[in-house]
Nanobody
Framework: QVQLVESGGGLVQPGGSLRLSCVAS????????MGWYRQPPGKQRELVAS???????NYADSVKGRFTISRDNTKNTVYLQMNSLKPEDTAVYYC?????????????WGQGTQVTVSS
């Protein structure tokens, strides 16, 4: 079993910023791709951003230019810096990890953290 510990969610006004954090074990972090997904109310879960062990990133079109995913190898932590937040960014955000050789469908999920963007 893989344990992912998330933090950083909360309430923010439109145009504001939040940074989400997800801590994994050293063994998982050193070999796995890390990603952030979100699930807005009444909608399906979608990929927001991902980052490989080599630093290659992928973003959903809706967040390009506003969100940045990064990883800190010394802290076994992946971050999602969210700037210029919009009400439509409101969702439960989930950290996910998977082995590149197996693919995301075989990954493990964090518990989720609520992000609410409202004035």
């Amino acid at each position: 079993q893989v344990q992912l510990v998330e933090s950083g969610g909360g309430l923010v006004q439109p145009g504001g910023s939040l940074r989400l954090s997800c801590v994994a074990s050293r063994s998982v972090f050193s070999t796995n791709t890390m990603g952030w997904y979100r699930q807005p109310p009444g909608k399906q879960r979608e990929l927001v951003a991902s980052i490989t062990t080599g630093g290659s990133t992928n973003y959903a079109d809706s967040v390009k230019g506003r969100f940045t995913i990064s990883r800190d190898n010394t802290k076994n932590t992946v971050y999602l810096q969210m700037n210029s937040l919009k009400p439509e960014d409101t969702a439960v955000y989930y950290c996910k990890t998977w082995r590149p050789s197996l693919g995301a469908m075989f990954g493990s999920w964090g518990q989720g953290t609520q992000v609410t963007v409202s004035s």
